[in-house]
């Protein structure tokens, strides 16, 4: 066999030396990561089971709360606190368009078990769906909203506003919803407009807006800490047949508005009850068991509500209280039932 010329051999040998270092540096590559691998201890991805996801879906409860601004929101946050219970309870509450809105959420929207409504949610069915109340029953009543028409000066009277400017807030609160169904009822037609109230209230002061509605629980800052020329007040409403079926009697005190009402002078007006319902699930179902823990839960702490460091409204809530046009939650009564026995029973 003939010999290849030395000077080749070498210049071949060059050619192939970079790629011989190749495969030796990727050959021990492969063994260091063989010999990590094995000597690495096995990692075991925590993937929930599937009876543990069910186990954590059947004492999830999700509430409508509302707003983000909105009392209602920052109350369902706080029962959420209360009655956590890891695994077996877990209150999820959700933002939506507005306390007007969560009747909606609750007939309609997946997942959604309980909401916290204006009692006169009710008036958009009444045509459509009449027969919604049977389908909706009450946990609690948590606080009625007052019903405030503040009105200036040169106003005296509901009728003085009949088309006028009048302020009903933002669209998915309490007042722009309830209010113009309050006035309809009055038989009074105004010019309604739906701004924020703040700049409502400046308007006001310029004459711009004769009124604005307020539906909240008192009292309310605006008119506890805002200065205001004489003449400015509350106009009172009658209570009367035709809010018997959502609304309550209530008044505007002068203790509670010192700089709009007069010592020992009061206005009389209307509230709307605010309440946490349910939708009337069959008692044997899986949905309706988890709203019955919730009603225990809640039921039993309802004094750590009442403690401070939560919303002041929780202080005047009283569980035996009753919702206009509405019926319990079965499991809210027994309970009601057990514990009034167990406090009438003899020690």
Request: aromatic share 8%; hydrophobic share 45%; glycine share 6%.
């Amino acid at each position: 066999m003939n010999k290849l010329p030395k000077s080749i051999s070498l210049l071949l040998l060059a050619g192939l030396l970079p790629f011989a270092m190749m495969l030796q540096t990727a050959c021990l590559e492969a063994q260091t990561a063989k010999s990590d691998k094995a000597a690495a201890p096995k990692v075991r991805r925590s993937l929930p089971q599937e009876n543990e996801k069910d186990r954590i879906n059947a004492w999830t409860v999700g509430l409508a709360g509302g707003l983000l601004e909105g009392a209602p929101i920052r109350l369902a946050a706080e029962m959420a606190r209360v009655v956590d219970d890891g695994a077996d309870l877990h209150l999820l509450p959700i933002v939506t368009r507005g306390a007007t809105d969560n009747l909606n959420a609750l007939l309609y929207l997946r997942g959604v078990d309980t909401a916290i409504i204006n009692s006169d949610a009710f008036e958009e069915y009444k045509i459509q769906a009449p027969q919604v109340r049977s389908r909706i029953t009450y946990l609690l009543n948590l606080f009625p909203s007052e019903l405030h028409i503040f009105v200036r000066p040169e106003i005296t009277s509901l009728q003085d506003l009949a088309g006028k400017k009048v302020n009903f807030n933002t669209l998915g609160t309490a007042a722009a919803y309830s209010g113009p169904l309050i006035f309809s009822r009055l038989g009074i037609e105004v010019d309604k407009t739906f701004i924020p109230h703040q700049v409502a209230l400046e308007q006001m002061r310029k004459g711009e807006m004769s009124a604005v509605v307020f539906i909240t629980s008192k009292p309310v800052d605006a008119f506890v800490r805002g200065r205001w020329e004489t003449g400015f007040k509350f106009l009172p409403v009658s209570y009367d047949r035709k809010f018997e079926d959502y609304y309550l009697p209530a008044t505007l005190e002068a203790s509670e508005y010192p700089n709009l009402i007069k010592q020992g002078e009061r206005v009389s007006t209307i509230a709307v009850s605010t309440a946490l319902v349910a939708f009337n699930w069959p008692t044997r179902s899986n949905r309706y068991q988890r709203v019955a823990r919730l009603v225990e839960y809640l039921f039993s702490r309802i004094d750590r509500l009442q403690a401070p460091g939560f919303d002041t409204k929780w202080g005047s809530i009283n569980l035996a209280a009753t919702v206009p046009g509405l019926t319990r939650f079965p499991a809210a009564q027994e309970w009601l039932d057990r514990n009034v026995r167990r406090a009438q029973a003899p020690p």
